[in-house]
């Protein structure tokens, strides 16, 4: 990216959509945008790695951040920590992107984490996450209306017998992780209902099923 893009005061939405190699370079130019509100990246070759709390400190107002197919933007190791920091981040993306495997744990691991009050809308879809829903996501994201975590590897629901998603959580999908199993309890239906009288929630794909003894949940969608 040009370095003329730090001149660029006052800006509060970017989106660039690129060709996976244009344009390319580092983020540094981006970086030095500290108004922007909407930060949305697809396709590019631009380079950055977000691995330790400094790389979007100077986007202090950054509400919505959008990551899709960039290949050079990655997170690795063990952290999130350069996101789990930012305050003000309501709409967080990261689709098709190189993130942990992990990365649902990690952004649950606290509830004192910054962005556990302000995020309203997560989508991890695509990008090669496994393991179990974290038992810890609805009192470290209380505030989350939307969850996407469309085609990657989960393999289970937490087994507390409870509510899984938070009470705010109205729309889910889950679709296409094949190996994922798991319950949806009658409480769990209650608390969707009454998220929203329009609330969604998308299991196809998976072999996540009905509590026995409940035969249906609203509008969610269930089968492989």
Same mark, same amino acid.
């Given at each position: 990216?040009?370095?003329?893009?730090?001149?660029?005061?006052?800006?509060?939405?970017?989106?660039?959509?690129?060709?996976?190699?244009?344009?390319?370079?580092?983020?540094?130019?981006?970086?030095?945008?500290?108004?922007?509100?909407?930060?949305?990246?697809?396709?590019?070759?631009?380079?950055?790695?977000?691995?330790?709390?400094?790389?979007?400190?100077?986007?202090?107002?950054?509400?919505?951040?959008?990551?899709?197919?960039?290949?050079?933007?990655?997170?690795?190791?063990?952290?999130?920590?350069?996101?789990?920091?930012?305050?003000?981040?309501?709409?967080?993306?990261?689709?098709?992107?190189?993130?942990?495997?992990?990365?649902?744990?990690?952004? +649950?691991?606290?509830? $004192?984490?910054?962005?556990? &009050?302000?995020? /309203?809308?997560?989508?991890? %879809?695509?990008?090669? =996450? !496994?393991?179990?829903?974290?038992?810890?996501?609805?009192?470290?994201?209380?505030?989350?209306?939307?969850?996407?975590?469309?085609?990657?590897?989960?393999?289970?629901?937490?087994?507390?017998?409870?509510?899984?998603?938070?009470?705010? +959580?109205?729309?889910? $999908?889950?679709?296409?992780? &094949?190996?994922? /199993?798991?319950?949806?309890? %009658?409480?769990?239906? =209650? !608390?969707?209902?009454?998220?929203?009288?329009?609330?969604?929630?998308?299991?196809?794909?998976?072999?996540?099923?009905?509590?026995?003894?409940?035969?249906?949940?609203?509008?969610?969608?269930?089968?492989?």
């Amino acid at each position: 990216m040009p370095d003329e893009m730090q001149f660029l005061v006052g800006l509060t939405s970017l989106k660039v959509t690129g060709d996976n190699t244009v344009p390319s370079g580092s983020l540094t130019s981006i970086l030095s945008i500290s108004s922007l509100q909407s930060l949305d990246l697809e396709q590019t070759g631009l380079q950055a790695s977000m691995d330790d709390q400094t790389t979007f400190s100077t986007l202090s107002a950054l509400k919505s951040l959008t990551l899709v197919k960039n290949a050079g933007i990655t997170i690795q190791g063990n952290s999130m920590a350069g996101i789990t920091g930012m305050g003000n981040l309501k709409e967080l993306v990261l689709n098709f992107q190189s993130v942990p495997a992990n990365a649902l744990d990690l952004l +649950t691991a606290s509830s $004192s984490n910054p962005i556990s &009050s302000s995020l /309203s809308t997560l989508s991890l %879809s695509n990008s090669n =996450q !496994a393991g179990s829903i974290p038992a810890a996501l609805p009192t470290a994201l209380p505030n989350l209306v939307e969850l996407h975590l469309d085609g990657n590897a989960y393999s289970t629901l937490p087994t507390n017998g409870g509510v899984i998603f938070p009470s705010k +959580t109205s729309v889910i $999908s889950l679709k296409g992780n &094949s190996g994922m /199993s798991g319950t949806i309890s %009658s409480a769990e239906c =209650q !608390a969707l209902q009454k998220a929203s009288s329009s609330s969604t929630c998308d299991f196809s794909g998976t072999a996540i099923t009905l509590q026995s003894g409940v035969t249906s949940c609203g509008n969610c969608v269930f089968g492989q």
